[in-house]
């Protein structure tokens, strides 16, 4: 499976933008790039994901490199809520086989300062 | 109820007893999934269901035994366990196995279970 490197922590101040990094310099032309948060004692939820080009939607925007290497997930304002272990993770396009399953990292821990 | 529902939320047990966890999902998907997340380790995917049949055992101890009725329900049957798998079991669920849209995975809130 293609990995995925992400800081262990990062510290952002309420109602600023966070842009979370993530590389991935082995990614295969048809992988695609997603992204989970766990929030405190609750399990992982789904925040985004894309292929080629920039995604948004309603949690946060997904900004894509030209050569796919690297992404980085925006928060556009972060809240308190928004404190959480973020997830990159990429998944191969299987229709029914183990590559598509979703292998978790470490993944960046989020603080969010009041 | 809406989502992905796990019970119990919390539960004890000793090496020797027998004990279940359940997972439910209220969203019509068609897979379903068992994680464990271990301190200071990553999530690590145990099982895979799709449409009631099981197709990935990550070389889980048989002391681990999953069940899926239909593809609603998932359980996962514990027996003779060690304290080492005291973890979050997290239950997932997804409309499929794709990456692309609808192949994203919704999680429970997962039961605390330790092993004495």
């Known amino acids: 499976d293609a990995k995925t490197t992400q800081p262990n922590s990062m510290e952002s101040n309420e109602e600023e933008p966070v842009h979370l990094p993530c590389n991935h310099s082995?990614?295969?032309?048809?992988?695609?790039i997603h992204w989970y948060r766990q929030l405190p004692s609750q399990g992982p939820e789904y925040v985004i994901h894309?292929?080629?080009s920039n995604v948004n939607n309603r949690m946060a925007s997904l900004a894509i490199a030209e050569d796919r290497k690297s992404s980085t997930l925006i928060l556009h304002r972060a809240t308190l809520r928004d404190a959480a272990v973020y997830y990159c993770?990429?998944?191969?396009?299987?229709?029914?086989?183990?590559?598509?399953?979703?292998?978790f990292g470490k993944g960046t821990k989020l603080s969010v300062k009041p | 109820e809406t989502g992905v529902t796990q019970t119990p939320r919390h539960l004890v047990m000793g090496m020797t007893n027998k004990k279940s966890l359940k997972c439910e999902q209220h969203l019509g998907h068609n897979a379903m999934y068992w994680y464990k997340q271990s301190a200071k380790k990553p999530l690590e995917l145990m099982f895979v269901y799709n449409f009631k049949e099981q197709t990935e055992n990550n070389s889980v101890p048989s002391r681990f035994s999953p069940e899926c009725p239909n593809s609603s329900h998932l359980f996962l049957h514990l027996h003779t366990l060690q304290p080492e798998d005291s973890a979050l079991y997290l239950c997932a669920s997804s409309q499929d196995r794709a990456a692309r849209p609808g192949g994203e995975q919704f999680f429970g809130p997962g039961t605390r279970l330790t092993v004495l």
């Open positions: 894309g292929l080629t």
């Open positions: 082995t990614i295969s032309g048809t992988d695609y």
């Open positions: 993770i990429l998944r191969a396009p299987n229709y029914g086989g183990s590559q598509g399953n979703l292998i």
